[in-house]
C-alpha cells in the first residue's frame, strides 16, 4: 500500500487527454444556397469564443469596471458598512432601552394597582375582545339599516379593515367609483 | 477561423477562456483615473511584534502606489503589450508605512460622513473607557468588591478598548498589513478573529478532523492559539544537488504529507498567543499508526514530550526548545503499512503557573503511550484551549537510515 503511495507522488498526469488541439472557431456564417445545411451547420459547429454577456448576467465581459465603479475602494466599502451598522445599533439599543424603560414604568404602575386595589388589578389584566359590542353600542347597532350594520361590523380595533381590496395584477374591469360616499356608521 | 495561441499575449489569451474579465481590459473603456486597488491579501505570519524570518512573511499587497505612471503605463499599453503593475516591497515591522486615507476628502461624501460618525463613537467609547478605568482602580484598592464585580468590571474594560478602536479603519489597516502592535487589545483581538473566521483554524480542525485525529487520540479539541509548523523543505530534485543545497525551513500546511528526511530533525514552531500572562502548555507529538501485531490493531508512539512550556503573546517565537524533556526521535513510518498520522499538541495544564513533574518515558514506554490515560493523570484537557498540528508521512528508503542511526542507538546505548 505504501508503494502506491509512492508511485503516485512520482507520476505527473498531463494537462489533455489525447493532445487534440482545440480550435477556436469564430461566428462565421458560410451562406450556401440551402438554408437547412446553413443551420444544420450552425447548430453542430456553434462558436467557442465566449465574448458576449450571458442572458441573465452571470458573465459579464465589463464585470470589472462594473465592480470598480460600484465599489471604488474595498477598506472605504468596509469603513462605510461599518458605521452603517454602527449606527443600526445605537438606533436598535435606544428603541430597546426606551421599551425597557416604558415597559418597567408600566409594571411599577401595574405592582402599584394590585397594592391599592386588587379587583381593580383584576380588570385591568383581563384581556378585551375588539370585536365585542357594549351594551351602549348594541342599542346603537339596532337603530341601524342594514348596509350600516355591515359597515359597523366592518372596522375592528386592531384588525384590517373588511373593504380591504386585496392587491391583483389589473384594476377592476368596472373601473374607479369616483361617487364613493362612505355609509355612515357611529365612533364606537 | 482559427486563432493561434501567441506566447506573449498568452494572458490574453487567458481572458478570452471563459472566467470573469480582468482589470486590466476593462479599465481601458473607462473615463476613471485611478486603477483599482489590489485586493489585501491576509499576512499570516507578520502581525506579531517578535521579528521573524523573512522565509516566512507571504507577501502582503499594499495601497496603489502613484496613480500617475500607473495611468501612463495603462495608455501605453496597446504599443508594448502588456504592462505588468509593479509592488511596492511588501510591509513588514522593519519596513513599516505609513496609514493614508483610500480616498482624497470630497471624492465619495458618504465615506466622508462614515469617518466622521466611527471617529465620534471612538471618543465617547473613549470617555466611557476613563470612567471605566478609574472605577476599577477605586474598586481595586476598596475591600468592599466582590471578585466577580470586579471581573466583570474588567470584561467591560477589554470591550471598551476594542469597541473604541475596532471601526477605525487606520487600526484595520494596520491589522491587515503587518503592523499589528500585539501589546493593544484591539490588535490581539483583530488578530484572533482573522485566524479564527478567515480560515486558518478552520483548515487545521478540518484536517484534524478528516483524519479522525479528534475520536482517535482525544475526544475533545478547541485551539485557541494560533500554531504554525515549519519543517525544511524537500530535498530538490537533482542528485547533483541533494547535498550541496542547505534546505530552508518551509511553512507546513496541516494534513500533508511530508518526507521522513524532513522531520529527521525537531520543527520550527511559531505562534501567535492571545493571552498577555503567561501560561504552561505540555507539548508532546505522537504517532498514531504505529502497528500492534499482537494484537492486530494501532498503538501510539510518543515521539516528542516536553511539559511546563511558557507561552503568552511576548513569549519568544519560534519556541525555543534545545534541550527537552523527552528527545525528540523523528518520524519513522514502517514500510508496508497505510500512511502514519503525527500529531503535535500543546495542551493547557492544570494550573497556569504550577510546573508539573512529569517522570521521563522510557524507550518502552513511549510506545503504546495512551494520550487519554496520560491526560487524567496530570489534569491536562485540550478542550480548554492550545494549540495542534497534525501531517502525515509514508515509509521511504531513507527511514531505514532513521532505524540505523536513532532507533538502533535507542536499542544498543540503552
Redesign the interface.
Known sequence: ??ST??SL?KTRLPFRVGQTPV????G?EINTSDPRKDLIRRVLYPTN???RASPTGT???????R???AI?????H???E???F??QR?ARRRRQAEAEKKFQCMWNAMEKLRELSPRLYEEANKGEDPRARSPAETEIWKSLKKSERRAFDSRIRGLFPRELRPPTDTPPTGGWNYDYQPTLRSSS | ???LRRATRAYAGLA?A?G????Q???Q??E?T?P??P??STSAKSESVQTEPSDTAKQSPA?PSSTKENVEESTNTKKRGRVWPTKRPSITLDRPRQYSR??GVGA?P??D???T??KR?SKLRKEELEEYKSLLQRAESAPDWNPADIERLRDKIRILEIQSEV?L?SV??KARNGLADLNQTVYRHLIEQRWREEGALDLLMERIYQMNVVPDMLPEMHPSFDLRVNFPEPPPQSTVLRNRTKRKYQKIEPGV?LLPEQTRKPPMMYTTVFHTEPRLYTMLMVDLDVPDLENQTYQTYLHWLQPNVSLSTFSQSPIPLTTTHTKYIPPH?Q?????HRYVLLFVPQAHATERMQIPVPTDEERLGFNYREFAEQYGLDAGRGGGAFMWRE???ETVSKIYQDVLNKLICGL
Do not use: C
Not at chain 1, 480550435?23 to 469564430?26: E, I, P, Q, S, V
Open positions: 500500500m505504501a503511495f509512492l507522488r480550435r477556436h472557431a469564430g462565421q469564443i465566449r465574448n458573465w459579464l465581459p465589463d464585470v470589472g469596471r465592480l470598480q465603479r471604488p475602494s474595498v477598506q472605504a468596509e469603513t462605510i461599518r458605521a452603517w454602527l449606527h445605537h | 477561423m482559427f486563432s478570452r471563459r470573469n474579465a480582468t482589470l481590459n476593462s479599465s473603456n473607462v476613471i485611478t483599482p486597488p485586493p489585501a495601497n483610500p480616498i465619495l458618504v465615506y460622513e462614515a469617518l460618525y466611527i463613537d471601526n479603519p484595520r489597516w504529507f513510518p514500510k508496508g503499512t497505510h500512511y509514508v515509509w521511504d
